[in-house]
């Protein structure tokens, strides 16, 4: 089975904090995605990464940064937390080619206060 | 902009329904579909992903279809349970462009009453 997992399940952290989110999958996936979700607006797109290095900016990349230094591993970072900020992050991981069904992670509430 | 829909926003049943849920989109020009789950606090848990080319997949008491042509997607149930009580999504991933990055319906909030 794919495991994609994340650092924490619950973060709280001070605005104006620099925040590290991070996400590793076992599958040896290419493509890796960092998405928040938020009520009322659904699940958006912040970054991805179709390889190690390599990434592309989703809807809203505002205020965030991404690094993938391994395949296994894409990392979220808030360079300076603000409270609308708070919300749930979610990883998820795909193959490169077919299907490229997407795996997610259990998901990490970050509260910033 | 693909635009992903959902409708309802909630439904209630009566266990042992059968019951079906709707996802509509607006761009045709589809790679696949996936249907997902998320219970409250969770992450997603793919459920079905149906490729252009592919008319329906099933898994278990779940069958989902897709109709390109007219733009939607079904998620149906059989049997419903308390346990199938959960939020279900749905999300398509385009053709072209970024690799694979998927857009998101807000979801069907699913209770299943014993």
């Known amino acids: 089975d794919v495991k994609v997992t994340q650092s924490s399940r619950y973060l709280v952290k001070r605005t104006g904090e620099k925040v590290f989110l991070e996400c590793v999958q076992d599958m040896d996936h290419e493509n890796m995605f960092w998405y928040r979700q938020d009520p009322g607006l659904g699940l958006r797109l912040i970054y991805f990464s179709y390889d190690v290095k390599m990434k592309e900016k989703g809807d809203i990349p505002e205020g965030y940064s991404v690094s993938r230094e391994k395949k296994e591993r894409f990392s979220l970072i808030l360079e300076s937390a603000s409270t609308n900020q708070t919300s749930m992050y979610l990883c998820?991981?795909?193959?490169?080619?077919?299907?490229?069904?997407?795996?997610f992670g259990p998901g990490t509430r970050l509260t910033v206060t | 902009k693909q635009e992903v829909t959902q409708i309802p926003a909630a439904l209630s049943v009566p266990e042992g329904e059968n019951l079906v849920l709707n996802c509509s989109f607006t761009d045709s020009a589809i790679y696949n579909l996936q249907w997902f789950r998320q219970d409250p606090g969770k992450g997603l848990t793919s459920l079905l992903l149906?490729?252009?080319?592919?008319r329906e997949q099933t898994s278990g008491r779940l069958n989902a279809s897709l109709d390109k042509s007219s733009g939607r997607s079904t998620l149906y149930i059989a049997a419903s349970q308390p346990g199938d009580s959960a939020t279900y999504l749905c999300a398509v991933m385009n053709y072209g462009g970024s690799q694979g990055n998927l857009i998101f319906g807000k979801g069907t909030k699913l209770s299943v009453k014993p």
């Open positions: 998820a991981s795909s193959s490169g080619g077919e299907p490229r069904e997407q795996y």
């Open positions: 149906i490729q252009s080319s592919q």
